[in-house]
């Protein structure tokens, strides 16, 4: 019901764009977010957006990414900017609903030094 797209290889100091399309009965959304997972790592907070608007960002990104959304469409994107070889992980994209937290396939970002 979450569909990822947008992953790939760039460059550091490169800048990519994430989207997310929610389908299904999960609407309205109240909070949509990406969170991301490296080999060995934990799953980490990139951004989360409430309904509203109000944006929220993990530490390591603040000032490079910035998330958005539309309500109306139920999608949400991830703008991200001076990418950083740190940056590769499997991004997920997450909505919440009722509730219940839906999660995308995860879409990959490699950023190469």
């Known amino acids: 019901q979450l569909q990822a797209s947008g992953g790939g290889l760039v460059q550091a100091g490169g800048s990519l764009r994430l989207s997310c399309a929610a389908s299904?009965?999960?609407?309205?959304?109240?909070?949509m977010g990406w969170y991301r997972q490296s080999p060995g790592k934990q799953l980490e907070l990139v951004a989360t957006?409430?309904?509203?608007?109000?944006?929220t960002y993990g530490d390591s990104v603040k000032g490079r990414f910035t998330i958005a959304r539309d309500n109306s469409e139920d999608t949400e994107t991830l703008y991200m900017s001076s990418l950083k070889p740190e940056d590769t992980a499997v991004y997920y994209c997450?909505?919440?609903?009722?509730?219940?937290?839906?999660w995308g396939q995860g879409t990959q970002l490699t950023v190469s030094s």
């Open positions: 997450r909505a919440d609903h009722a509730g219940r937290t839906y």
């Open positions: 299904g009965r999960i609407s309205p959304i109240d909070v």
């Open positions: 957006i409430t309904s509203g608007g109000v944006a």
